[in-house]
């Protein structure tokens, strides 16, 4: 009995010591993803404030509150951490854009107004985040970095753009722009507000040039009121 009792009772420990132990492994995996969050965080409003040049890790480890120690061991050099922040930028953007493109039982023209409301949300274009999309695409040193990660997602757009604009023609028998012609024309909306949004963003509010985008759309789709 005395026997049993002995082995029940190493066998509770040894279940103890297996869930403290993969408890600790939990908290340990959830603290260096909250660290490793903040300090993209922090690098984005770095480069934001002090362009991809001046930006250091000494300063992103400053502003994300995290040992720099830790920062170095993390991320291994500056062009690292610059370029995980750009990745976590488009990987961001491809999962919003995508998420509504995939969206069931929507019709096309509830659609592309989704789109352009993400587009022009304050959690995709905002002023920090348009930052580091034009800082790597203006800086030629990282512009092979920006195309890497950036371009086949934007291809990728651009076609879904285009199957989406081609259901809206067929649907309200526009014949007079092409798909391809709407949809290029949209994205350069999209780049040269975001760029407004940036530089004058007094005026041009994020409701500003999502408003602007849909009178677009409502000048080709004439009688389609859910663009105005």
């Not at 297996?18 to 993209?40: A, C, F, G």
């Not at 092409?178 to 024309?185: A, C, H, I, L, R």
Request: charged content about 30%; overall charge positive; aromatic content about 10%.
């Amino acid at each position: 009995r005395r026997q049993r009792q002995m082995c029940i009772r190493d066998r509770f420990n040894m279940m103890k010591a297996l869930v403290n132990k993969k408890t600790s492994e939990h908290r340990s995996e959830t603290e260096i993803s909250v660290n490793h969050q903040k300090l993209i965080d922090a690098t984005i409003e770095t480069i934001a404030k002090r362009g991809l040049a001046d930006t250091t890790i000494a300063h992103v480890a400053k502003r994300a509150k995290v040992s720099q120690g830790y920062a170095n061991f993390r991320f291994k050099s500056k062009d690292n951490l610059l370029i995980s922040s750009l990745q976590y930028l488009s990987d961001e953007y491809k999962k919003s854009w995508q998420k509504i493109f995939e969206e069931k039982n929507i019709d096309p023209i509830d659609r592309i107004i989704r789109i352009v409301q993400n587009d022009f949300s304050t959690k995709i274009a905002n002023i920090n985040k348009i930052s580091v999309w034009i800082a790597f695409y203006s800086e030629v040193k990282f512009r092979p970095s920006y195309l890497t990660i950036c371009q086949r997602q934007d291809e990728i757009y651009s076609q879904q753009m285009e199957k989406l604009v081609s259901e809206i023609n067929n649907i309200s028998n526009q014949k007079e722009f092409s798909p391809k012609e709407v949809s290029e024309t949209y994205h350069s909306m999209v780049d040269g507000l975001w760029q407004r949004i940036l530089f004058d963003p007094k005026i041009y509010t994020n409701e500003f040039c999502k408003n602007l985008v849909l009178k677009y759309f409502k000048s080709i789709y004439v009688n389609e009121d859910r663009f105005a």
